[in-house]
């Protein structure tokens, strides 16, 4: 399929999707991929008023194997719990001591975050939720945070420079440290290879890890054979620099800051063996449905899309209005006519907002896009496009006196010779 900026979805793509993403702005949408209707309606599970420029969405997650509960962490030190019910959506707010959150987990009771300056700290969720949380220090920096799905006791870490590469720790045993990982020797001219783990994934349960690097690699690493990888995959190609990583069986999923997403076999990563194509800018998250099939991924173009993870077709594609930075895919699981109704719903509560923010001229105005220019800093003062006009007009009243008076000039000449 060629590239194209409009919303696609593709006709042999019959799967019951939605999708959670979160943007740069802030705010939280909601797709449906499955309805028929409005396959690329959008409702914000956030309100925009009280967004500013600490809400930027950094990390995303589901808290449970149901896929009932979203976590979602901002650049400050706030985090939302989402619980989706048969009776509706409910939101809560936990704080931590530090930001941003680059990465959420949940097991048991308690709820863990993955701060930027290198800590761990786990909050016990309770009735008050008001007691301190428990830290533990993994570095000076850190990149992201995963759980493992299989165990979901286990967590690993990874970050930038040599002190904060991957880590996996235990959180039924206090958090202890179970693996840490060894770099590759030193090149031929005994320099020290670059470490920047930016994303992490479990490939095999909680002993086989992928991690990818801003630095141009994938590494596989066996916590139960070795601390160094026992493969790995380094670029050549200039510009090549892995931002997001998910993995699934054998494969690694990979996107970049150029908007290049390949996977990788991890029984031969000399090279990828899929590419998927379809964007323009770089990608920012990636996740995979349970089946590990449809692959979806967040792009800094605006667009979000589903790829066939097998076939490399590209499924669907819906412009989102704001730079999407986390997505989440999950099996849409509705009772016969709920869609339906749920459809209907959103089509009136369209109605109601398209007769309720209409201008003098009946034009549309889109709420979202007027709380983004209204945030906009102004260019320039009043006084100094006033001055700028007087000039214009200063100067156009030169031209007109100059081409008059050669206009005189000329019929002063004619009537000369004549």
């Given at each position: ?306 790829h066939d993870s097998e076939t490399t077709v590209l499924l669907y594609q819906c412009y989102v209005k704001s730079k999407a ?94």
């Open positions: 399929m060629k590239w194209t900026t409009a919303n696609i979805k593709h006709v042999n793509y019959t799967a019951k999707h939605e999708l959670y993403v979160g943007t740069h702005t802030g705010s939280f949408k909601h797709l449906v991929p499955a309805s028929d209707k409005t396959p690329y309606g959008q409702s914000n599970l956030s309100d925009l008023c009280t967004l500013g420029k600490d809400s930027r969405i950094t990390s995303l997650a589901f808290g449970n194997d149901d896929q009932a509960e979203i976590l979602l962490g901002r650049t400050k030190d706030a985090v939302e719990i989402h619980s989706f019910m048969e009776k509706g959506h409910s939101r809560k707010t936990l704080s931590f001591n530090a930001s941003p959150i680059v990465g959420l987990a949940r097991y048991n009771d308690m709820l863990i975050a993955g701060i930027g300056n290198g800590q761990i700290q786990s909050l016990k969720l309770g009735a008050s939720d008001v007691s301190e949380p428990m830290v533990i220090t993994t570095g000076n920096q850190m990149d992201h945070l995963r759980q493992c799905t299989q165990v979901r006791s286990i967590v690993a870490t990874g970050g930038k420079e040599r002190q904060n590469n991957l880590k996996v720790y235990d959180l039924n045993s206090d958090g202890k440290q179970i693996f840490t990982s060894k770099n590759l020797p030193n090149d031929y001219l005994q320099l020290e290879v670059p470490v920047w783990d930016s994303d992490i994934g479990f490939v095999d349960g909680p002993s086989v890890l992928a991690t990818c690097s801003r630095t141009g690699y994938v590494r596989i690493y066996d916590t139960r054979m070795q601390r160094r990888p026992v493969t790995c995959f380094a670029s050549e190609e200039h510009g090549m620099s892995f931002t997001t990583l998910v993995a699934k069986g054998n494969f690694v999923y990979t996107g970049t800051t150029m908007g290049a997403l390949k996977a990788f076999d991890t029984r031969r990563m000399k090279t990828h063996v899929h590419t998927y194509k379809g964007f323009t800018g770089g990608i920012s998250d990636l996740h995979l449905d349970t089946s590990g099939r449809f692959l979806s991924s967040a792009s800094l173009d605006r667009y979000v899309r589903i930075t986390k997505i989440l895919i999950r099996q849409f699981e509705n009772e016969p006519g709920v869609l339906e109704e749920s459809e209907e719903a959103a089509e009136l509560q369209v109605d109601r907002y398209v007769g309720k923010n209409k201008s003098v001229n009946g034009t549309f105005v889109d709420s979202e896009y007027e709380h983004m220019f209204d945030q906009m800093p102004t260019v320039g003062d009043s006084d100094e496009s006033e001055e700028g006009t007087s000039d214009i007009k200063h100067s156009k009243a030169n031209l007109k006196r100059k081409s008059l008076g050669q206009s005189l000039k000329i019929k002063k000449k004619k009537v000369a010779n004549s």
